[in-house]
């Protein structure tokens, strides 16, 4: 939904009157995964070698 | 008011302004973002500074008599709203909406909080069809460069739940 028209005012602070006050502890920080290490790129499939043509 | 311990974190949603990957605080006026007024006013020379990336800082009051964030008869804080609109607003190209996480001395208000700290979680994958300038990516970029995820709405929610306590009180529209 985009914003309201012309001539408004969106203040994020905008949250009632005051209930309580808490204090609450800090957050234990998700660690972030680790890149899985690259793979060396597999080879080419090998084409199938051509059969000798057998002698006369 | 003496303050209440509570053994979790304040899970909350919120939207900044958001230039270049960062994350500002601020407000919206006639269709533009206005980042931080109180502190454009007390020191109209000083660099606006984004939501840090790195490290967590702790929520400032610009009142000219100022006292420690957040004071319960003032607005300052890092502001959050307990849930997320079924429809955000985006009311300027610049908007980001997300999910923060907030601990410390936190005001509990109605529809929402101002906490001494808080910490961007994750953003919600929304653009502005005006977003001319940064192309609709805005909320991408910062989600790279806050290191956080770039969710549905539903996602959203859900990876918040994750992080702390999810009050279930209706937000404003």
């Known amino acids: ?56 | 008011m003496s303050a209440e311990p509570v053994a979790q974190p304040l899970v909350g949603f919120r939207r900044w302004g958001c230039k270049r990957g960062g994350l500002y605080s601020g407000i919206f006026v006639s269709g533009r973002f206005v980042p931080n007024p109180a502190l454009g006013m007390v020191a109209p020379r000083t660099a606006q500074l984004p939501w840090p990336t790195d490290h967590d800082r702790a929520a400032k009051c610009f009142a000219l008599r100022g006292h420690e964030a957040p004071y319960r008869d003032c607005n300052c804080g890092w502001a959050a709203y307990y849930s997320l609109p079924e429809e955000p607003e985006l009311p300027a190209p610049e908007c980001v909406w997300g999910a923060v996480v907030a601990w410390g001395t936190i005001v509990e208000c109605e529809t929402g909080f101002r906490a001494r700290f808080a910490r961007p979680l994750a953003l919600l994958d929304r653009k502005h069809p005006d977003d001319i300038r940064e192309q609709g990516r805005r909320a991408t970029i910062a989600a790279e460069a806050y290191a956080i995820p770039l969710l549905e709405l539903d996602e959203l929610i859900a990876y918040a739940g994750w992080h702390g306590e999810v009050r279930d009180v209706r937000t404003p529209p």
Request: aromatic share 0%; proline share 27%.
């Open chain 1, 1 to 56: 939904m985009l914003g309201p028209g012309p001539n408004t005012i969106s203040v994020m602070g905008d949250i009632g009157k005051p209930i309580r006050e808490t204090e609450r502890p800090e957050p234990v920080r998700t660690p972030v995964p680790e890149p899985e290490p690259q793979r060396a790129p597999s080879p080419p499939p090998r084409e199938p070698e051509p059969l000798k043509a057998r002698g006369a």
